[in-house]
Nanobody, 124 residues
Framework: QVQPVESGGGLVQLGGSLKLSCAPS????????MGWFRQAPGEEREFVAA????????YYADSVKGRFTISRDNAKSTVSLQMNSLKPEDPAVYYC?????????????????WGQGTQVTVSS
């Protein structure tokens, strides 16, 4: 089972940009749909973005549409989340997840393995 590992979180100014990356531990993301989710303190984990294998289909939460972009580099077996125009509602722990299917999904219950998460903080 592939184990995602996130990187790239940190502190960014309001309106700024940040890029998160996700790489597999032990295996590759070949044939696997991937998703990004986030969880703020006291909130439930929510869907952010998802991408199919090999990458022809993407989904976004309405709250990030037009600001965030999910992509994958299959040669390097990495998945990225480019976050632009960050808003006060964006700070959270961001999780990368892998799904044993080539089809992207917005449902967190359909994902089989999760990373440990990376913190994104936005300062004003």
């Amino acid at each position: 089972q592939v184990q995602p590992v996130e990187s790239g979180g940190g502190l960014v100014q309001l309106g700024g940009s940040l890029k998160l990356s996700c790489a597999p531990s032990g295996r590759t993301f070949s044939g696997v749909a991937m998703g990004w989710f986030r969880q703020a303190p006291g909130e439930e984990r929510e869907f952010v973005a998802a991408i199919s294998w090999p990458g022809g289909t993407t989904y976004y939460a309405d709250s990030v549409k037009g600001r965030f972009t999910i992509s994958r580099d299959n040669a390097k077996s990495t998945v990225s989340l480019q976050m632009n125009s960050l808003k006060p509602e964006d700070p959270a722990v961001y999780y990368c997840a892998a799904r044993r299917s080539s089809l992207a999904s917005t449902n967190p219950r359909s994902y089989d393995s999760w990373g440990q998460g990376t913190q994104v903080t936005v300062s004003s």
